[in-house]
């Protein structure tokens, strides 16, 4: 499995913008896709965004679309996922996962479709 390691959480006012990143410790070559999800105090786990990493199409959970990007550094293996106009709802561990299977893809919101997890990164939007 590759390993994720996530960076770029913290402490924000809202309306501010923080930029979360996680890199892979090997190759991906055999990624097909990396998603981000979120988990606040006493909820499920919920996705927020996915890329596809051969070709950068992405899609996004209607709650972060419009304010929320992803993107990828093939060269860096890392995943970003930029934060703007946050809103205290946006509170969260926030978590990046890969996916090999091309399946991942067609599921791509679906956590149980991804293959490994980083540790998580804790990001807090004050009001």
């Known amino acids: 499995q590759v390993q994720l390691v996530e960076s770029g959480g913290g402490l924000v006012q809202a309306g501010g913008s923080l930029r979360l990143s996680c890199a892979a410790s090997e190759s991906t070559a055999s990624i097909c896709t990396m998603g981000w999800f979120r988990q606040a105090p006493g909820k499920e786990r919920e996705f927020v965004a996915t890329?596809?990493?051969?070709?950068?199409?992405?899609y996004y959970a209607d709650s972060v679309k419009g304010r929320f990007t992803v993107s990828r550094d093939m060269a860096k293996s890392t995943v970003y996922l930029q934060m703007n106009s946050l809103k205290p709802e946006d509170t969260a561990v926030y978590y990046c996962?890969?996916?090999?299977?091309?399946?991942?893809?067609?599921?791509?919101?679906?956590?149980?479709?991804?293959?490994?997890w980083g540790q998580g990164t804790q990001v807090t939007v004050s009001s």
């Open positions: 890329i596809r990493w051969s070709g950068g199409s992405t």
């Open positions: 996962a890969a996916g090999i299977s091309y399946y991942t893809w067609l599921s791509r919101s679906d956590s149980s479709r991804y293959d490994s």
